[in-house]
């Protein structure tokens, strides 16, 4: 990729000043596996048994193992590997695993194996893959997303954009184990996603609901979004990354022109609303309140410098240059206004937002971090992932 050595210069810096600050940081939040932040700016802790099934407790692990890569500090590997031991209480919760395993397991035990090569690790990644690939129903060819809502609505023909995500974990079994299966599951639900989810115009619903017992297309809800016809920025994150992954896995083109219609697509939405490349929560959300969501900004920057990657390999140079520059604008954008590289608060990145119509908007939130991390590292060559 054509990255100026301006931008390597300032890429170079804001690692030093991630790593630097973590080092503090995670000194004096030892045994944590966090979330969010308090009033203080101190981390909270999601690995007790309460909480223990938290859909976002592997990108702690994840973070720290990008940062023993970037730094080689023990102190960053011992974390990361106490993350994953606590993490095993969770594979005995049936209503604690749900289609999030490959955010649990895959930046903790399949980056470590990768690393490694241990068994314990490739034992927990095969055993979320295991999990991951229960939870397909055939009726209608979708992995079933959560297990509940917290509302009275039956979530069993619920599926969201985010799984598309976690499908690495499925494509990564089946490389690991030499059997079909699991990138079977991972390519029908795949389709379904691109039919199902996709609009024309490259905007991407949130939540779609089937009949679980025909497979019935039933309809779209907004989710954490603004409304069923919004086009929450998370959401067309994970699309964005997702189906770009898929395709590094399978070399499906369809997969491939799928993320490069949503990454159009946001980049004019950037572009002609969001200039300064701050993202809202939704890029149809009304001017006021303007929300922001900075972990939008960082997903979206990781997908598209994997982007960028795939269409340089396929020669269509200008494409690729289009996605970097588009991703280099997010990640500086971040870096100039939304992180706080001092140790006042023990997190990165602000102005988080989990879903537009939470109580709570604008906060620290540990995936942000984790992908605005692991983004810089791509740019810079040193990034672990597990492709
Ligand atoms: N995967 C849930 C979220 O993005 O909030």
Redesign the pocket.
């Known amino acids: 990729m054509n990255i100026k050595e301006t931008d390597k210069q300032w890429i170079k810096e804001a690692l030093a000043q991630f790593a630097g600050k973590m080092e503090t940081v995670v000194e004096r939040n030892q045994g944590k596996i966090p979330y969010t932040t308090d009033e203080n700016g101190r981390f909270d802790d999601r690995s007790g048994k309460k909480d223990i099934c938290w ?1 976002t407790n592997g990108f702690w692990g994840g973070e720290l193992w990008q940062l023993y890569k970037l730094t080689g500090k023990e102190i960053f590997m011992q974390e990361a590997i106490g993350t994953e031991d606590k993490m095993d209480a969770a594979f005995m919760d049936y209503n604690g695993m749900d289609h ?1 395993a490959g ?1 649990r397991w895959l930046p903790t035990a399949v980056i470590r194996y990768k690393q490694e090569n241990n068994a314990e690790s490739r034992n927990r990644g095969l055993l979320a893959a295991a999990s991951l690939s229960g939870r397909f129903n055939l009726n209608g060819n979708f992995i079933r997303a959560w297990n509940d809502w917290g509302d009275d609505r039956d979530t069993t023909g619920w599926a ?1 954009i ?1 799984c598309m995500m976690t499908l690495p974990l499925l494509y990564w079994a089946s490389e690991e184990l030499g059997d079909p299966r699991f990138k079977a599951i991972a390519v029908a639900h795949a389709d379904t996603a691109m039919k199902s989810f996709i609009r024309e115009d490259g905007s991407v619903k949130h939540i779609v609901g089937f009949d679980p017992a025909t497979g019935e297309y039933l309809g779209n809800y907004g989710g ?1 979004g603004y409304d069923e016809a919004s086009s929450w920025t ?2 067309q994150s ?1 699309a964005l990354y997702g189906f770009t992954l898929s395709y590094i896995y399978t070399k499906d083109m369809k997969y491939l022109e799928t993320a490069r219609k949503v990454a159009d697509y946001v980049i004019s939405e950037l572009d002609n609303k969001f200039p300064e490349y701050l993202v809202p929560v939704d890029y149809r959300q009304p001017a006021e309140p303007a929300y922001e969501d900075s ?1 939008a900004a960082a997903i979206t920057a990781g997908g598209l410098i994997e982007l960028a990657k795939c269409m340089e390999e396929t020669g269509d140079q200008s494409a690729s240059d289009k996605y970097l520059t588009a991703s280099l604008k997010l990640l500086k954008a971040l870096h100039e206004k939304r992180c706080d590289y001092t140790l006042d608060k023990d997190n990165i990145l602000e102005k988080c937002t ?2 537009y119509f939470d109580s709570r908007h604008e906060f620290a939130i540990i ?1 942000g971090d984790y992908y605005y991390l692991e983004a810089l590292m791509k740019l810079d060559g040193s990034a672990l992932t597990i492709f």
């Open positions: 859909w999030d955010f969201i985010d954490q998370r959401g994970w972990t989990a879903a995936y």
